[in-house]
Nanobody, 127 residues
């Protein structure tokens, strides 16, 4: 059973930074596209960023472009989300997902594309 474990969340003031990590175990991480999603309280889960299995293609939601950076380290079976210049509206539970299908493109921005999910990590940004 593939397992994803997120870490790195916390409470920060606006303008500060956090780096989220997603460790993938019991799976073929280098073959997975990885995505980060978030779910604000009372709202639906939304796309944040995704990286293809090759690492060559990356996508971001418009509101985080220039502030967030997704990356992957295949040697460590880990995906990262570096979040800079955080804003109160970034407050949410952040989830990582893994897609083993080999797909690329816009589908990686959809919740339905991902087969495996972590348990989530809370990010709270105070004003």
């Amino acid at each position: 059973q593939v397992q994803l474990v997120e870490s790195g969340g916390g409470l920060v003031q606006a303008g500060n930074s956090l780096r989220l990590s997603c460790l993938v175990s019991r799976g073929a991480f280098p073959r997975y596209a990885m995505g980060w999603f978030r779910q604000p309280k009372g709202k639906e889960r939304e796309f944040v960023a995704a990286i293809s299995w090759s690492g060559e293609d990356i996508w971001y939601r418009d509101s985080v472009k220039g502030r967030f950076t997704i990356s992957r380290d295949n040697a460590k079976n880990t995906a990262y989300l570096q979040m800079n210049s955080l804003k109160p509206e970034d407050t949410a539970v952040y989830y990582c997902g893994a897609d083993p299908s080999g797909a690329t493109g816009w589908v990686l921005q959809t919740v339905e594309e991902y087969e495996y999910w972590g348990q989530g990590t809370q990010v709270t940004v105070s004003s």
